[in-house]
């Protein structure tokens, strides 16, 4: 939303939901591997008769309403009891399964932290992860120091006299964190993802979403008028004189900037952002902007690019040079200030809180700064694969890796499977498909190949230093590498983080360990209710590869069609049928599911609890799953999704992720099972039910 700079992307990807946050920890699993050729389950042997984590067999049954039909409400049905009475910590602005395992990763990490700073003989990269943690706790230290970390940009944001000037301001964002309304990072060439590319697209709003500057509504103008006051606070602590006249001038530029850019589900179209350009040819396609001085503090060669968005990225040079010095200034016075105040004095970070935490989030109260410190340090370009290592060591079985390849090989099998029975896809396209399907490479739990932290030196009372320190040491990384072969080893996530995520480039599905714990898996629970969640989880992410723009990709990454004429069109003619049934879902008022920018993740749930199901029922190999407290297997199955899905949103978290957010919310996802018949006859679901879906309205792609 703020933050724009250069620095190098890792991954072109699509994970599986936003998360608070860091994350959390794997539960240890116990079990005995079956053969998978047998078909056996991949579950059900264990080493152990612990008891499940939720319940008496791995699902909450207390946090059911049993008062609400499952045709009507499958989310309430299943989590009804526990969203009436969950009372929303003042600290957050969203609480589900993500958050609860996000607070057990913070707590852990914490744990890890405090072990370090208790050890006298410290390692290199524990010294590391303690100096950093401390510069971020010492808030005496960065109470008394004020403005002094960022002055030194101040002066050069109030010294442009000209262009150029700005331009070079724009073109360090990679370091200062600025904001700019060109950016830059290194990715993967879409058409030979075995070498790196630079992208340019656009940026530097400051509200979530061009939407929140264009909607003409109360609601919206109300944000943009505590926008303003936030601005005008801001201003004020950097010396700007008349700044409430400044922030509306501000407000005006980022209007016209919003008014440029590409609605976000145009630039989720893989194919209108493969816009590839030589270095020469940049300079003449993409006249009135110095691309030389963009690039120069960069230090990348830059021998050929893409540029995402064509007609918008000349919208914001003719924007560089028609907008005044004296607003363009302004309002990089502004970025510097709100991009950076978490690292500065308290009374700086509280007016920025009031208005993106509270205003746009409706979170009533910071996070306490332990956690908003394990949160700085834990990224993949600061501390956060350092961190991880310990973390894995102590909390991450080699078996939970095991087990896991063992249920992706199962979740392989029966897409492949279901490919082979599609009777919407010809012969010719199947054969693509199970190419890639055969080629996908899972990552599970941490990398082989752990980042090195060399030639780092972080201080114990300079927090912005550190985090400046960081930025350059990956940036000279990414720099280095810009002209050799891609490196596959590398994650997106730190092990950490609870979430996974498929890369369309090396064609890879990434599951870091803090997944592996209930409520999305559990070695102790029931068979259906772990197909249910971290199956449907493993399906989700093989389905990224073929949801509408993971599917513009081949086996090895390579952005081309690989589909005939016919079976695109009847592919097409699905999801479109599913982004109608989304965009229907209304949870503010006059405020809907964005179901074509949320399709990818909508193909990803429905695809992937259709081969969770699928695998599932290769477990049982023909036998009837048992009942278990009155729950069928089919019931347990379904109910484990949509408890993952669970949570609870303030009204102002639920606006932004609907307009900013690639996924649907979670009330949503949970009710995604009403496009399989399965679930019907699981829960006797019936014409008139507000959930029923007639046959031929259920939409079934994979």
């Known amino acids: 939303m703020k933050k724009s700079f250069i620095t190098i992307a890792i991954m072109s990807s699509f994970a599986l939901g936003a998360c608070d946050s860091t994350s959390s920890n794997s539960q240890t699993v116990n079990q005995n591997k079956q053969a998978l050729q047998n078909e056996d389950s991949l579950l059900t042997a264990k080493t152990t008769t612990a008891k499940p984590e939720l319940g008496s067999f791995g699902i909450e049954l207390s946090a059911r309403d049993l008062s609400v039909k499952p045709g009507d409400d499958f989310f309430m049905h299943a989590s009804g009891t526990w969203y009436d009475n969950f009372e929303m910590p003042s600290d957050k602005t969203r609480y589900g399964a993500f958050s609860l395992l996000a607070d057990r990763s913070e707590e852990r990490v914490k744990q890890i932290i405090d072990d370090i700073s208790a050890s006298k003989d410290l390692s290199f990269e524990e010294q590391l992860i303690a100096n950093f943690y401390n510069a971020y706790m010492d808030v005496e230290t960065i109470n008394a120091l004020g403005l002094e970390p960022i002055q030194a940009l101040i002066d050069q944001i109030n010294d442009i006299d000209s262009v150029i000037d700005l331009t070079s301001v724009f073109g360090s964002a990679w370091l200062t964190g600025v904001s700019s309304p060109i950016n830059a990072g290194l990715g993967f060439n879409r058409l030979d993802p075995n070498e790196y590319q630079l992208s340019v697209s656009t940026g530097g709003l400051g509200l979530p979403d061009r939407s929140y500057y264009l909607t003409d509504s109360e609601r919206f103008a109300k944000i943009r008028a505590a926008y303003k006051e936030n601005i005008t606070k801001m201003l004020a602590y950097v010396g700007v004189e008349d700044a409430a006249n400044k922030a509306d001038e501000i407000i005006a530029l980022e209007?016209?900037?919003?008014?440029?850019?590409?609605?976000?589900?145009?630039?989720?179209?893989?194919?209108?952002?493969?816009?590839?350009?030589?270095?020469?040819?940049?300079?003449?396609?993409?006249?009135?902007f110095d691309w030389d001085t963009y690039f120069a503090s960069s230090a990348y060669k830059i021998p050929e690019l893409n540029i995402t968005q064509p007609e918008p990225v000349k919208d914001m040079i003719k924007l560089v040079n028609s907008e005044p010095l004296s607003v363009w200034r302004n309002y990089l016075l502004y970025h510097a200030m709100s991009n950076n105040a978490g690292m500065l004095p308290e009374a700086i970070y509280l007016t920025d809180f009031e208005f993106y935490g509270t205003v746009l989030n409706g979170q009533q109260e910071p996070r306490p700064r332990w956690k908003r410190a394990i949160s700085a340090m834990s990224g993949t370009q600061s501390l956060g694969f350092a961190i991880g290592k310990v973390y894995v060591e102590k909390y991450f079985p080699e078996s939970s890796k095991e087990k896991m390849a063992s249920l992706v090989e199962n979740l392989r099998k029966a897409l492949g499977e279901r490919i082979d029975n599609l009777d919407w896809m010809g012969a010719e396209t199947k054969v693509n498909a199970k190419q890639k399907l055969m080629a996908f490479r899972p990552k599970i739990g941490y990398p082989d190949e752990w980042q090195s932290f060399e030639g780092v030196s972080i201080s114990s009372n300079d927090l912005i230093g550190n985090v400046k320190t960081l930025r350059k040491f990956f940036h000279a990384q990414s720099v280095e590498r810009e002209l050799q072969k891609t490196d596959r080893e590398r994650w997106g996530m730190a092990p950490q983080r609870v979430n996974a995520y498929y890369n369309s480039s090396f064609n890879e599905i990434v599951f870091p360990a803090a997944i592996l714990q209930a409520p999305f898996f559990d070695p102790n629970a029931d068979d259906a209710v772990n197909y249910g969640a971290i199956g449907a989880v493993i399906g989700h992410e093989m389905g990224h590869g073929f949801d509408d723009q993971g599917s513009k990709s081949d086996a090895n990454g390579i952005q081309r069609n690989w589909w005939t004429e016919e079976d695109r069109a009847a592919f097409d003619e699905k999801t479109d049928k599913l982004a109608a049934q989304y965009s229907q879902y209304e949870p503010i008022e006059g405020n809907f599911v964005n179901g074509r920018n949320s399709l990818g993740e909508n193909i990803g749930d429905v695809g992937g609890l259709a081969m969770a199901y699928h695998a599932y029922k290769l477990s049982l190999n023909g036998k009837e799953a048992p009942i278990i407290d009155?729950?069928?297997?089919?019931?347990?199955?379904?109910?484990?999704?949509?408890?993952?899905?669970?949570?609870?949103?303030?009204?102002?978290?639920?606006?932004?992720?609907?307009?900013?957010?690639?996924?649907a919310p979670g009330r949503f996802r949970a009710q995604a099972p009403r496009n399989h018949d399965a679930w019907y006859e699981a829960f006797d679901v019936q014409p008139g039910d507000e959930l029923y879906l007639a046959p031929e309205d259920r939409v079934r792609i994979w």
């Open 255 to 288: 209007t016209k900037i919003a008014e440029a850019q590409w609605p976000r589900e145009k630039r989720r179209n893989r194919d209108l952002t493969l816009n590839q350009i030589s270095r020469s040819e940049l300079l003449k396609e993409y006249a009135g």
């Open 630 to 663: 009155g729950l069928t297997g089919d019931q347990r199955f379904f109910l484990a999704w949509a408890q993952v899905w669970r949570e609870k949103r303030t009204e102002q978290s639920m606006l932004n992720q609907l307009r900013s957010g690639t996924h």
